[in-house]
């Protein structure tokens, strides 16, 4: 496929190799309501990056691995700690970080990948990445309570989003190679799961531009894909040297860009796809 935007359009938003502190190989990304960004490092560490992309400042820490994070309209951000076996929530005005959720006495969440904060039913939705396992959490945003919410086999739950109206749950099978929808209905329980597209790619990162296409961060190769209303596959910007783009996981959009977090490197990239986001406040 032939890009839409040519990698030498697509720009470094802010390098931290050289940086104190320094963006250790970012997993996760998302932003506040002023336009700082917000990302998580190798070895726990909660970082927020100005609007500017000029300064980085360490808020946190886990003591893990940060993976993917998400806020509320209460300015806490929940960040999955694969290392913790946990999600974490941080109060970003306080700095006060804690456990928000690891399961249930029954069952433990042994591997919380990626959050999706679900404002209209109140609730937090939370990926185990479990080759061929179960699957999806669902947890009170107020209490923290919750447990298993998809219990069917998935390929690698990764990424995830609302869908544009917010009745289906979008996410990424990486090592099935597709991206799934599951239906979520009047009781907010999980239906039965469609398969969205099929990628030539591992998809990592979901996020919904406003008119409800769904952009794909891919760590192999290193690219992101654009999947429209009809299932149609179209690739976005794509980097065979793996430079600007080095195995993208987490993406998030800002204004009319797409941003996405760089596992490989040390680096923050930005895609001037020339469209909003959904609405995540």
């Known amino acids: 496929m032939q890009p839409l935007i040519p990698i030498e359009k697509v720009e470094v938003f802010f ?3 050289l940086t104190e502190p320094k963006l250790n190989h970012p997993e996760g990304l998302a932003f506040d309501a002023e336009g700082n960004l917000w990302c998580g490092g190798e070895d726990g560490e909660i970082f927020r990056i100005d609007p500017e992309g000029k300064r980085i400042e360490l ?20 960040i999955c700690d694969l290392k913790k076996s946990a999600v974490f929530k941080l109060d970003t005005r306080s700095r006060q970080i804690s456990i928000f959720a690891d399961g249930n006495d029954q069952m433990k969440l042994t ?10 039913r109140g609730c937090l939705y939370v990926s185990s990445s479990n080759k061929n396992g179960p699957g999806i959490w669902k947890f009170d945003l107020r209490t923290g309570e919750g447990g298993l919410w998809y219990d ?6 990764n990424g995830m989003a609302l869908s544009l109206d917010n009745n289906a749950l979008y996410v990424a099978e990486t090592f099935d ?24 790619a591992l998809p990592d990162g979901l ?19 654009r999947i429209g209303g009809n299932g149609e596959v179209e690739l976005v910007a794509h980097d065979p040297e793996a ?13 009319d860009a797409l941003y996405a977090s760089n596992l490989g490197r040390w680096h923050i990239t930005k895609v001037p796809v020339g469209t909003t986001g959904k609405s995540l406040l």
């Open 207 to 225: 996020a919904v531009d406003s008119q409800g296409r769904i952009y794909v961060s891919c760590y192999e190769p290193s690219q992101v894909l």
């Open 111 to 120: 591997t919380p990948n990626f959050p999706v904060v679900d404002h209209e």
């Open 243 to 255: 430079h600007t783009f080095c195995h993208p996981t987490n993406c998030a959009f800002f204004g």
């Open 177 to 200: 190679h597709r991206i799934s929808k599951i239906p979520v209905d009047g009781e907010g329980k999980a239906g039965r799961k469609e398969i969205v597209a099929e990628v030539e």
């Open 59 to 78: 808020i946190a820490e886990t003591g893990g691995f940060c993976l993917g994070m998400a806020f509320d309209r209460g300015g806490n951000l929940y």
């Open 15 to 17: 390098d931290g190799l």
């Open 152 to 157: 069917q086999p998935l390929g690698f739950a």
